[in-house]
């Protein structure tokens, strides 16, 4: 049966209150561990928020990009702007970044690949997706500064990054130069990063290039985890169809299964199992076939 992909883009979009939902678990976390005033809850408290509100906060980052976080193109903008800003990326450079990554997946053209090249060399170890976090803060950001993009665009780019750097300032300001350390710094060094690791290796490692079936990888992943990060473990599907907004995924995902049968597609089990094991392996980043896939337009959906 085909997929209905009008109805599964159709009706409101949840991006606004989910964010609005990570900014209360992140003051209620922090608040917790404000009353606990013990180090370890402290530290308890900066993984749970940078693995949890923050990184979902990111990730709506993404939904922004590809203009599925809102109706309205001004508040999706500004969600892209925030959300994004709030780690440092400006939001025109990651659109920029992110679907050229959907149009060349897997491919040495891939925008991905060739941040990961420069940190692991050709065969792009495992290891590398350790530094990838970081790395891929500066690709992103240099990206339309290194390909072809107007003026305009570039101007964008820095005011973006202005703008976050002048969000951190008053961060600092409101919080305090401890409280800055405790609920936003320490959460991005101790939680986030090591969750966007995951992801990313989870995403495409170890993977062949060349078919849209088989170059992305989901996860079967607990409701709590589907919750917490907003089904972004549907990342097949979202490479499939990246125009539907991320509480179709799930749907999305089942009305697939018998064509995931067909095809002999087997989402891996568990986030970290998966991870750590994609971690010590390495992985060629593209193929011969892989550069000669044509996959335009599917990123601009």
């Known amino acids: 049966m085909p997929i209905d992909l009008s109805a599964l883009c159709a009706g409101p979009r949840w991006s606004a209150a989910r964010v609005l939902l990570d900014l209360l678990i992140w003051a209620g976390l922090a608040l917790l561990a404000a009353a606990a005033a013990h180090p370890v809850a402290t530290v308890l408290a900066a993984v749970a928020i940078g693995a949890g509100p923050l990184n979902d906060i990111l990730l709506h980052g993404h939904e ?23 780690f440092l990326i400006s939001a025109t450079a990651y659109r920029c970044f992110h679907l050229e990554h959907h149009r060349r997946a897997m491919t040495s053209a891939d925008p991905e690949a060739v941040v990961l090249r420069r940190c692991g060399g050709v065969h792009v170890p495992g290891w590398c997706y350790l ?59 101790l939680g ?13 490692h170890g993977l062949p290039a060349g078919d849209t079936w088989t170059q992305t990888r989901s996860l079967h992943c607990p409701a709590w985890l589907r919750f917490l990060w907003s089904n972004h473990q549907y990342h097949l599907e979202h490479h499939l169809h990246p125009g539907v907004p991320f509480h179709r995924l799930g749907v999305l995902h089942r009305a697939l299964a018998g064509e995931y049968a067909r095809r002999g597609v087997v989402p891996d089990r568990g986030l970290l199992r998966t991870g750590l094991r994609l971690l010590r392996i390495d992985r060629r980043v593209a193929t011969e076939r892989g550069e000669r896939l044509a996959v335009g337009g599917l990123a601009d959906s």
């Open 131 to 189: 530094a990838a976090p970081l790395a891929l803060v500066v690709g992103i950001n240099g990206w339309p500064f290194v390909r072809p993009r107007p003026g305009a665009a570039r101007l964008r780019v820095i005011a973006e990054l202005i703008a976050a750097v002048g969000l951190h300032l008053v961060l600092a300001a409101l919080l305090g130069a401890v409280g800055y350390a405790t609920v936003v710094a320490l959460p991005i060094a």
């Open 192 to 204: 986030l990063l090591p969750a966007a690791v995951l992801r990313s290796v989870c995403e495409h």
């Open 64 to 86: 922004a990009t590809h203009r599925l976080a809102a109706r309205r193109r001004w508040l999706n903008d500004l969600l892209a702007w925030a959300c994004n800003g709030l």
